[in-house]
Structures are given as structure tokens and as C-alpha cells.
């Protein structure tokens, strides 16, 4: 595979240490120098689209935390004799049905699916992780029996899984992330899988067995630190997904029931009024769930450019 032009540039910006004879030791002694680090982040900012990218996830995680506390709205109890007023001085983007401020609304939402998206991207690439990690390690029947399992699930349709399983746990925020933490967390596994098969055959992995290390040791302290890589950047996706994940059961009515509320809530009950001209209700929490998504795949492709670049210096 051939480096993208990002990945030239930075090499370049580490050419002359290698050209010096400091060249990149090998295995972990490249991390403990930060050479590997230095590596990767030049990569990664020669991104612009990972930069913005960075730059929406920040934004969006400071309006959604930092918001409500510089821009008060009262989102318990309803307002009827304001709903649905048009974006003023007083409410920046308008009111809805309930007579909500939407601002604040889209603030409370953003807390709601930043929260679950985050939270069940990491149940779902540690869960996976342990998985494939133990599936490859092993191998044989275990492995054929544990890959079997994610194989069924995965010929389930998501969406259908996902539906199952809010109806039977319900729609808390805890519920939602442990839902949509075990409906994602089967790609991680295929993924992690195949690193392990590879893995497994280094000479660090053979000499940690001669000197008596036990396969939780190998698993633990070798083989998932060293899918690492393939992790991070499969959990950005995660994040991404788990979002869209929200605000797909929001929109068929499982999601957090009111007064909290989330962007694919907030969506689902704009679509009320989408005749009626009451935009504010629509285009906000829209444009903010493709504004995250699209972030977090953004610097999920550059991190996997930057660690391309990685592997092909080992």
C-alpha cells in the first residue's frame, strides 16, 4: 500500500533523525522515545478534515456541557403559551409544541447523545477487544465456537437487533448504552480477531511462553496493547454510529421519554410540523447529529492513516 501524500509530508518531518542514525528502534523502545508518537501526530495533522473534525467534537461538547451554564432555559416544565414561537431575541431558535426553549433543548440533547454515543463506543470496542482477543489467542474450537456467535449475530439485521433489545430493557440513558453497547461491539471482535491470528506468531509473544507467562498475561499485557491501533480508530466509527444508533430509536419513538430528550428526539418531533413551516424544529438537531457524525469519521480516517503509516515503519 502506497502513502497517501499526508503521509509523505510527515515523514519528511522525521526524515532527518532517521537520515541521522536515529532511526526508529524497534518494538516498544520506539514508544518509550516518542519518536512513533511524533510520527503519528504529524500524520494526523497533515489532515485538514481531521483538524475540523476535532474542531466540530470540541464545539459541540463545549456548547452541549458549557452551554447550559452560560445560557440558562428552563427545560422541565412545559410552557404552552409560548410553544412554537419563531426565533427572537428571547429564544435565539424559537420554542417547540411544549414551549421549550430549543436552544437549551438542543444543549440538553447534545449531552444526552455525546453521553451515549461515548459511553457505549467504549463497551463496545473493550467487550469486542476481550473477545477477539481470547477467540485468536486460543484458536481451535473456542475460537470457531466464539466467532460462530458473533457470525449469528451479525447476520441479524441491526436495526432489528436494536429495536429487540431497547423494547426489552427500556429507554434510560443506562438502558440505551448498554443496548447499543451490545448490539456494536460484534465488529470490534472480527477485527480484533484477525489482529490476534497475526499477533500471536511474533517472537514476543513465543518467548513470553518459554518464560512461563500465562495466556492472561499474553493477552492482557501483549496482544490487545498491540491491537491498539485498530482499536482507537474503530472506536471513533463506534462513537459515530452509536449517535445515529440514538437517533434512529428516538425517531421510532424508544427513545428517553420526556422531559429529557436527545437530537433524534428532538428530530422525530420536528417532523410533526414539517409542513408547517416551523424549521427550527428540523434543520438544528439535524445539522448537529451530521455535524458529529461526519467529525468523528473524519478523525477516524485520519487515525487510520496515521497508524498505516506506523505499521509500514516496524
Do not use: C
Not at 191 to 208: K, M, N, W
Amino acid at each position: 500500500m502506497s502513502l497517501g501524500e499526508p503521509g509523505l509530508k510527515a515523514l519528511d518531518l522525521v526524515a532527518a533523525g532517521v537520515a541521522g542514525g536515529d532511526a526508529l528502534p524497534e518494538g516498544g523502545e520506539g514508544y518509550k522515545s516518542g519518536s512513533v508518537y511524533r510520527m503519528i501526530l504529524a500524520v494526523f495533522l497533515e489532515n485538514r478534515m481531521a483538524i475540523v473534525g476535532v474542531g466540530v467534537v470540541v464545539f459541540m461538547i463545549l456548547f452541549s456541557f458549557l452551554g447550559p451554564v452560560i445560557y440558562h432555559t428552563q427545560q422541565v416544565f412545559a410552557n404552552p403559551n409560548i410553544s412554537l414561537d419563531a426565533p427572537s431575541l428571547a429564544h435565539p431558535l424559537g420554542t417547540d409544541g411544549l414551549g421549550y426553549d430549543n436552544l437549551g433543548r438542543l444543549m440538553l440533547g447534545g449531552q444526552t447523545s455525546l453521553e451515549v454515543g461515548l459511553a457505549a463506543a467504549v463497551i463496545a470496542v473493550t467487550v469486542g477487544a476481550v473477545w477477539g482477543a481470547i477467540a485468536g489467542l486460543v484458536g481451535g474450537f473456542v475460537d470457531a465456537v466464539m466467532m460462530r456467535i458473533v457470525d449469528a449475530l451479525l447476520a441479524i439485521p441491526f436495526l432489528f437487533l436494536l429495536i429487540l433489545l431497547g423494547t426489552i430493557f427500556g429507554t434510560s440513558i443506562l438502558e440505551l448504552i448498554i443496548v447499543i453497547g451490545l448490539v456494536s461491539w460484534l465488529v470490534p471482535a472480527r477485527l480484533v480477531r484477525g489482529e490476534t491470528l497475526s499477533l500471536r506468531v511474533r517472537d514476543y509473544v513465543q518467548a513470553v511462553k518459554v518464560m512461563g507467562g500465562g495466556s492472561r498475561r499474553i493477552l492482557f499485557r501483549h496482544l490487545i496493547p498491540n491491537t491498539m491501533g485498530t482499536i482507537v480508530v474503530n472506536a471513533t466509527f463506534q462513537v459515530a454510529d452509536a449517535i445515529t444508533f440514538v437517533a434512529a430509536l428516538s425517531y421510532l419513538g424508544l427513545g428517553i421519554p420526556p422531559p429529557a430528550t436527545n437530537w433524534g428526539g428532538q428530530l422525530s418531533d420536528g417532523v410533526t410540523y414539517i409542513f408547517d413551516g416551523y424549521w427550527w424544529l428540523i434543520y438544528p438537531a439535524g445539522i448537529a447529529i451530521v455535524l458529529v457524525v461526519v467529525a468523528f469519521n473524519f478523525i477516524g480516517d485520519s487515525l487510520r492513516d496515521a497508524l498505516e503509516v506506523r505499521l509500514q515503519q516496524r
